[in-house]
């Protein structure tokens, strides 16, 4: 008997130790790819002071854990200090995010605004909120930026959001546009990072569940079921099962652009081109060949860590 509660022991402490082994490797999967992406795209400085943009939901939740662990190991030095925006939603748990905050440690400010009966007013009912939601919270936090001395504003997208605006607006917008890892606000003012850039949702959502973020879910749109970027991820996830890989080389592909081989008039010169007879090393050949099924990935990692 006592062999048989012995043998049971041993195999529950092995599928511990696996659960924990591969709890640890995602964090250092996260860790890595984050570092990767602030160093790519030069996201955060020496002296910067970081707002970490905090929703309550899974990604921004993973964000702002992977930067803390990140500002640790760095070899620079900046600050962090997490916002929420409590949107006076029916039912809003405000104690929850304060809480959590509080026993981190890290420095917060609540901003209290009443965007949801703005929305609620003028949306009719049944009709996506998302686009006034934003544009209400946008002016909101480049505000509080400003109040707070914040020379960065991180935001929780990860790889799939990406991958879905940029097909958003392909598929409703009829442009070639994404949302990038860093990006200037209209006004000049504000630098807008997305240091999750290269971190898949599956990971997130994974993570969230083994540090058991008190996640808060959003009323305001989280029950419109036929949001159109729903059905971009739909489709991605679709791809993923049937084709593994597909959706890793379209990420890649955005990064890696040849202008020529496109049809924008005002971002290559089309109407200017002349043959002119000198050969050039780093132009396309006239007739592409198949392209290759296997992507190729780009150039070396910039890490903001100072180890894995």
């Not at 919270?137 to 935001?155: N, P, S």
């Not at 081109?273 to 060949?289: K, R, T, Y």
Request: negative net charge.
């Amino acid at each position: 008997m006592n062999a048989v509660i012995d043998s049971v022991d041993q195999a529950a402490g092995k599928a511990a130790d696996k659960v924990a082994y591969e709890n640890n490797k995602l964090h250092k999967r996260l860790c890595r790819l984050v570092g990767q992406a602030i160093g790519d795209f030069n996201m955060i400085e020496e002296g910067d002071k970081v707002m970490v943009c905090l929703s309550g939901g899974k990604d921004s939740y993973a964000l702002l854990d992977i930067l803390m662990t990140l500002r640790e190991r760095a070899p620079i030095h900046f600050e962090i200090v997490a916002v929420n925006l409590d949107q006076k939603q029916p039912n809003f748990p405000d104690h929850i995010l304060p809480a959590y905050l509080e026993q981190l440690g890290v420095a917060y400010h609540i901003e209290n605004q009443d965007t949801y009966s703005i929305v609620k007013r003028l949306i009719p009912e049944g009709k996506t909120t998302c686009s006034l939601c934003s544009r209400l919270r946008r002016g909101i936090l480049y505000r509080v930026a400003d109040e707070l001395g914040a020379t960065k504003i991180a935001l929780g997208h990860h790889r799939d959001d990406i991958l879905e605006t940029f097909f958003l607006n392909m598929f409703f917008g009829g442009k070639l546009k994404g949302m990038p890892a860093k990006l200037m606000s209209d006004d000049g003012k504000h630098m807008v990072i997305r240091p999750l850039a290269y971190v898949k949702e599956e990971d997130t959502e994974r993570y969230a569940a083994v540090k058991g973020f008190p996640i808060i879910p959003c009323d305001l749109c989280g029950s419109q079921e036929n949001l159109q970027r729903k059905q971009i991820k739909a489709m991605m996830r679709d791809w993923e099962k049937k084709f593994p890989g597909r959706v890793e080389s379209i990420f890649s592909s955005l990064s890696t652009v040849v202008p020529s081989h496109l049809m924008d008039r005002d971002l290559f010169g089309f109407t200017d081109l002349q043959a002119d007879g000198q050969a050039n090393p780093l132009g396309d050949i006239a007739f592409d060949e198949e392209p290759c099924a296997t992507p190729t990935t780009g150039a070396g990692v910039i890490s903001l860590q100072r180890g894995d």
